[in-house]
Nanobody
Framework: VQLQASGGGLVQAGGSLRLSCAPS????????MAWYRRAPGKSRELVAA???????NYLDSVKGRFTISEDNAKNTVHLQMNNLKPEDTAVYYC??????????????????WGQGTLVTVSS
C-alpha cells in the first residue's frame, strides 16, 4: 500500500492550499487518517486527524484555519489550509491507521505513511 500526497507548494502568507492523500496500489480500508508535519529543525507534530463518523481533531495553532475532510467515494482525505502563516512551512505527511477504529495522537498508531509534500509559506 502506498499513500500519495499532493497539493503542496509555495504560497504567500494569507494564502491557501489544499492537500490530498489517497492510497494507491492495493485497496486499503482505514478508519483514521491524519496529517502530520515536520518543520525545519523541529519535531514532527500532528496537524489534523479524522476518524470516520467522529469529529476531527486539530492542532491548536491551526484550528479555524485548517479543515480535514474525507471523500469516501474516492477513498481520499483532504486538508484545506487557509490563512497560511510562515510558521506553517513544513513537509506535510499523511498517515492512515488500518487496524484501529479510534483517534490516536501517537504516530506509532499509524501504519502507513505518505512520502510527504512540501508547503512553503513566504512572508
Amino acid at each position: 500500500v502506498q499513500l500519495q500526497a499532493s497539493g503542496g507548494g509555495l504560497v504567500q502568507a494569507g494564502g491557501s492550499l489544499r492537500l490530498s492523500c489517497a492510497p494507491s496500489g492495493s485497496a486499503v480500508s482505514f478508519n483514521v487518517m491524519a496529517w502530520y508535519r515536520r518543520a525545519p529543525g523541529k519535531s514532527r507534530e500532528l496537524v489534523a486527524a479524522i476518524t470516520r463518523g467522529s469529529t476531527p481533531n486539530y492542532l491548536d495553532s491551526v484550528k479555524g484555519r485548517f479543515t480535514i475532510s474525507e471523500d469516501n467515494a474516492k477513498n481520499t482525505v483532504h486538508l484545506q489550509m487557509n490563512n497560511l502563516k510562515p510558521e506553517d512551512t513544513a513537509v506535510y505527511y499523511c498517515a492512515v491507521d488500518t487496524t484501529g477504529s479510534s483517534f490516536s495522537s501517537s504516530a506509532s498508531a499509524y501504519n502507513y505513511w505518505g512520502q510527504g509534500t512540501l508547503v512553503t509559506v513566504s512572508s
